[in-house]
């Protein structure tokens, strides 16, 4: 008995480990040096003699970022690139921001499920399913709403004004892939032969779509 007791014991926790997000951290803090060069999965930790509260401060989301797309949202994140002392947390926020209309376009989080909490405005949001399967919902301030991990989702500013979000994910840097430009913007270029099968569509039509998504030019 004890021995099957054992058994599913480890079994548990081996399952707990591989749904888990981000690994646990092995000490109080490890603040990300990202000067270190060294290439690990997250970042080699800053000596602690060297750790300040600077480490673990950000004011970045305090105000609406400045929109300057044609999608009418921007994203700022606060993540371990912005605050080093969330390396290894498995943690970090986010702000959105949208123009009336505007949209953040579908995209995934490969490393974080995402929860948003709406500050202002309303929105509409939702996300697919591996069955291909819309759960979306229309969202005011003060609601909450869910995208699990590594699924395709979006939102859209259904209002006539301004509205904002703050996002949560756990993971220190849950990573975005927008759909639409991952596919048309990549370097080196998806082979224009791939994208006009997957999207029966044409290759004048593949070269119109890239040359809108593409990064403007400073």
Known sequence: MAA?????????????????SDSDHLQDLCVANKAAGIKVNGFPCKEEANVTEADFFFSGLANPGVINNSAGSVVTGANVEKIPGLNTLGVSLARIDYEPGGLNPPHTHPRATEIIFVLDGELDVGFITTSNKLISKSVKKGDIFVFPKGLVHFQKNNGEKPASVIAGFNSQLPGTQSIAATLFTSTPPVPNNVLTKAFQIGTKEVDKIKNKLAPKKS
């Open 4 to 20: 099957m007791v054992s058994a599913y014991l480890f079994v548990f926790l081996a399952l707990f480990g591989m749904v888990a």
